[in-house]
């Protein structure tokens, strides 16, 4: 009998955010006020960065985790793949050497940076925008941070 191949948690990590839209029409009118190029910090599976790419956007996406890199490549077809370049990079240490008119970091992830890690990403960020141009951070509503946490004899349903 052959191995059971685990999924991997860029596949688990898809199967949980895949059916998030709501948020996609914030990003979408941000891209289309201050257009491109634009750059994503934490692409993961490409969701955020995929939309715009099909909306006609140019846009890079970054991404430190190399099983998301993958994943998204997969996903990634023409006419959208054609605008998109995706870069296995660190977002606390990253170089571009051209600017960008808006940089966007969905789905919470500024937020799993320690105060080093977010100073190091934001002197980045700081490089990379043309002058005026901003970078629009998705962070967590400090109101559920306060809920209780989940009881224990009970399995998640989805991420937290």
């Known amino acids: 009998m052959p191995p059971i191949e685990s999924p991997s948690f860029a596949r ?12 996609l029409p914030f990003w979408t ?13 934490g692409f993961g ?26 994943f998204t490549r997969q996903v990634l077809k023409p006419p959208a793949s054609l605008r998109v370049s ?3 990079l660190d977002m606390t240490q990253f170089e571009f050497g051209h600017p960008f008119e808006l940089i966007i970091v969905p789905c919470n992830t500024f937020a799993y940076l320690d105060d080093e890690g977010a100073r190091a990403c934001l002197k980045c960020c700081h490089r990379h925008l043309t002058p005026g141009k901003p970078l629009a951070l998705d962070l967590p509503n400090p109101h559920l941070l306060q809920e209780p946490p989940p009881d224990p004899d009970h399995p998640l349903t989805e991420f937290v």
């Open 86 to 88: 995706l870069h296995l």
């Open 12 to 23: 688990l990590y898809d199967a949980q955010y895949a059916h998030l839209q709501e948020d």
């Open 29 to 41: 009118k941000l891209a289309d006020r201050f257009g491109d190029p634009i750059l994503e910090l």
């Open 45 to 70: 599976t490409g969701r955020v960065l995929l939309h715009l790419a099909q909306l006609g956007h140019q846009i890079a996406g970054l991404d430190n985790d190399p099983q998301m890199l993958a």
